[in-house]
């Protein structure tokens, strides 16, 4: 019998298998497609991949105002898919290898759930039955397809998974879906020359985020070309032609109209995946997903669940972390561990980036108030950092930063502009550990650099 098996090889499934086999439990791994699950596989990596791709074009075109000149500068869309097939391979290995260093059982396949006691978990996978002590869920999340007619089976009609695998580019795409997904797939198309449209049902894309860090990522993107239609929704698609309507706003009236692409991409969310799961009859579910506490733990007490499936955040990052928290649960660590959530980085891979951690202005004002928190918000331009000025020719960007006015604690950071992304974790840990703007005064940061600007804004006066 195996101490713990683990139904998905995603981040939560993989980072799982390993911190267990690490710490001496007999492991049982099943995945049913590849290690890496939807992030590596059909997601971030081959992504971020081509976004590389079309960014190292797009900047190659707009070399000459640094002083570059390029002419005929072209792209070839098979070789940055052969590069995403390979990077995609190497990570796979990785994990691979990764897994076979620890001794864990992987078994490729469908699982599926036989039966469950307080004792052990029976699970079936090609033809054979592995019975463990205890179950881990990360069976992770699939698109979302809203009832919208037209849309299945409708070859004009994409997902993401169809958008990376395609050998060729469209002329033109509309993407239903103004989140994190949909405006990087804009960035991609738009970046390698492809006409964009982008539907989005709610008042501004990117709708949980940062209102003046989206308006500035927003009145770029209109400049360039990019046809952004909020407050609007599809209605119904008919081969590659869409109906559209506005919704009603007291500037707007109720009239139709029609969008020609040559594609369709819809982005509008994943839902949790919970296939495999029905003899679980007991196992609690919460909006569509499994329930579980601050250690990951479902209301069966051997049933934990970790990533995606859970309905949290589903962001990679999470996922890993979440697996964490339930071995060391498991394994009666202690002290016992959980999941700050309120100091979780996100980073939408547009250009320029834009990355947050923490509350917003929207959390602490108006009707979507979570907590009636007096405090500041500090901003400054990017501007305000050397190293941004240096690599960011005619562009702009803000740090936004909220304090607890009365405690003086970092409660959330918002940033637009490049490279936000990979220095966000140090506002982060700002906002973990719950540092003072006294406190965060002390931190030196390496000059020139753009993550300078962190530091600027928090000393900064109101």
Known sequence: MYNLAIIGGGPAGYTAAAEASEAGMQVVLFEKDTLGGTCLNIGCIPTKTLLYSAKQYYNAKNSLKYGVAAENVSFDYQKMQQRKQKVVRKLVAGVRQKLQNGNCTVVSGSAEIVSRTDLKVVVACNGGQYEAENLLICTGSQNFTPPIPGLKDNPDV??????????????????????????EFATLYH?????????????????????????????????QGISILTSTKVKSVEGNIVTIEPLQTEQTSQTCQTVQADKILVCVGRRANLQGLEALADLELERGAVKVNDFMQTNLRNVYAAGDVTGKIMLAHVAS?????????????IPLQRIAYNAVPSVVYTNPEIASVGLTEADLTGK???????????????????RFVAENEGENGLCKVIIDKKNRTLLGVHMIGNPCSEFVAAASFAVRMGYTVDEFKQVVFPHPTVSEILRETVTSHP
């Not at 994409?158 to 879906?177: F, H, M, Q, R």
């Not at 020359?193 to 308006?215: F, H, K, Y």
Request: hydrophobic share 45%.
């Open 158 to 183: 994409w997902d993401s998974t169809d958008a990376l695998n395609a050998k060729e580019l469209p002329g033109s795409i509309l993407i239903v879906g103004g989140g994190v997904i949909g405006m």
């Open 321 to 333: 972390r979440q697996a964490e928290v339930a071995v060391g649960r498991m394994l009666k660590r």
């Open 191 to 223: 970046e390698l020359g492809v006409s964009v449209t982008v539907v989005e049902a709610m008042p501004r894309i990117l709708p949980l985020l940062d209102g003046d860090c989206v308006n500035i990522l927003l009145e770029k993107y209109r400049k």
């Open 368 to 386: 979507d108030c979570v907590l009636p928190i007096e405090y500041v918000a500090k901003t400054l331009p990017m501007a305000f950092s050397g």
